[in-house]
């Protein structure tokens, strides 16, 4: 699944390709990709005439500005886009066309079928789903310690799942909290209450460094994410914990160990994050109840 670099990416790419765009009519293929208005002929008829003004994004989801209209797509595991001229043959799996009336047309392709696309009147969209229960936005001047430390230091449970849930803080999926953790030296397990002032300073420092130098970086390409260019990203490359199960630890030489926290597989160096021995009594004690 693409997580917040690599839709990033995808936002930039866009934005260069389909900004100033008007479209004279749209196609749509598979009706169940198109959440709202639930009519996909309506759907079509309403973005017909319309001008791309520009290309945002609020966590994982594209925030495609017209005249008039916004439309929010969400790629979950394989949506990608492509801009293609009329005439080249359109691919398999291509569920919706935008036909510009420069001869050039804009596809969105998703073999998984998972991704949605809802239109709204500008300003509506943050007021309804599925944009208006998520929390901060961590490339942006809101995503403060502070605010960090507002959201979660007073809860029991495991700083992991917690940085994962989307009511928080956007965009984070299990890529980047791995490695955001790792940076920070901190357990996943570790529960959220027992973070220390100095460990949410490393952590608010860590999940800026490691998203701003993974959007730099083009976004990673752990599954099969391809920007809307077609060019692979690159963070793969620069992985320090994620994915590096059994090899060493690029800073102390321990192993890395991967297990399950919260249902997701986990990556994480036992010496460089060290859970709390409060924490790990605790546990123990509770297992031996
Ligand atoms: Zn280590």
Redesign the pocket.
């Known amino acids: 699944m693409p997580e917040l670099p690599e839709v990033e990416t995808v936002r930039r790419t866009l934005m260069e390709l389909v900004a100033g765009k008007t479209i004279e009519r749209v196609s749509v293929n598979l009706p169940r990709i198109i959440q709202r208005p639930s009519d996909c002929e309506a759907f079509a008829a309403m973005l017909a005439g319309r001008t791309i003004g520009d290309v945002g994004r609020r966590g994982k989801f594209l925030l495609i500005r017209l005249n008039g209209l916004v439309l929010v797509s969400h790629l979950r595991m394989e949506g990608r886009y492509g801009l293609y001229r009329q005439d080249e043959p359109v691919e398999k799996h291509t569920h919706v066309i935008f036909h510009f009336n420069d001869g050039t047309e804009l596809r969105y392709k998703d073999v998984r079928q998972f991704g949605t696309m809802h239109l709204f009147e500008p300003g509506e969209e943050l007021k309804l789903p599925p944009l208006n229960k998520l929390g901060i936005e961590p490339l942006s001047d809101a995503f403060t310690l502070k605010s960090l430390r507002d959201k979660l230091q007073h809860r029991t449970t495991k700083i992991k799942p917690l940085l994962l849930n989307q009511e928080y803080i956007v965009g984070l999926g299990n890529i980047y909290v791995d490695e955001a953790l790792y940076m920070a030296g901190i357990h996943p397990e570790r529960t959220a209450e027992t973070l220390k002032p100095k460990d949410w300073e490393r952590l608010h420092i860590a999940i800026g460094q490691t998203l701003g130098s993974a959007v730099e970086a083009g976004g990673s390409s752990i599954k099969s994410y391809v920007n809307g260019q077609g060019e692979m990203g690159m963070f793969q490359h620069k992985l320090a914990v994620y994915g590096r199960q059994n090899e060493d630890?690029k800073?102390?030489?321990?192993t890395i160990q991967k297990s399950v926290v919260g249902g997701r597989g986990t990556h994480v160096?036992m010496?460089?994050q060290p859970l709390p021995r409060q924490q790990t009594k605790g546990e123990e004690r509770q297992k031996a109840n």
């Not at 800073?251 to 321990?254: E, I, L, N, P, V």
């Open positions: 630890c800073q102390c030489g321990s160096c010496n460089c």
